[in-house]
C-alpha cells in the first residue's frame, strides 16, 4: 500500500542539469532505502543512486556518475531526489524510483517501484 509518483523528466541539452523527485505515499511505517534505477536503450535496468533512509544517510554510486549525480532525501516527506548535472546522451533513459519500506510494524519490508520518468539528453 505504498505509491511512488516521480517528476521531474524531460528533454535537456548535453552539459544541463535536471532534478528528479519522488513522493512515497500510502500507509508507510518505515522506510529503510531510497534508490533511483534507469534503463537506457537496448540496456537492463541498472541501479544509479541508492540512500540509507536512517540517521546515517549513506550515499552509493554507479561509477558512471560519480560527481556528477547527487541523490538526497528529505525524511518528512517521504521524498527522494536525484540532483544530475553534467549531462550526456549516455544519461539518457527511463529513471525509476525504488523504495524499500515497511507497512506496519512487524519486521518485514517490501520493494516498491514508480512507474518511471523519461530523461532524454539531447542537442
Known amino acids: 500500500q505504498v505509491h511512488l509518483v516521480e517528476s521531474g523528466g524531460g528533454l535537456v541539452q548535453p552539459g544541463g542539469s535536471l532534478r528528479l523527485s519522488c513522493a512515497a505515499s500510502?500507509?508507510?511505517?518505515?522506510?529503510?532505502?531510497m534508490a533511483w534505477y534507469r534503463q537506457g536503450p537496448g540496456k537492463e535496468r541498472e541501479l544509479v543512486a541508492v540512500i540509507n533512509s536512517g540517521g546515517s544517510g549513506s550515499t552509493n554510486y554507479v561509477d558512471s556518475v560519480k560527481g556528477r549525480f547527487t541523490i538526497s532525501r528529505d525524511n518528512a516527506r517521504n521524498t527522494v531526489y536525484l540532483q544530475m548535472n553534467s549531462l550526456t546522451p549516455e544519461d539518457t533513459a527511463v529513471y525509476y524510483c525504488?523504495?524499500?519500506?515497511?507497512?506496519?510494524?512487524?519486521?518485514?519490508?517490501?520493494?516498491?517501484w514508480g512507474q518511471g520518468t523519461q530523461v532524454t539528453v539531447s542537442s
Open positions: 500510502g500507509s508507510i511505517f518505515r522506510i529503510t532505502v
Open positions: 525504488n523504495v524499500v519500506a515497511a507497512i506496519d510494524a512487524r519486521p518485514v519490508q517490501y520493494s516498491y
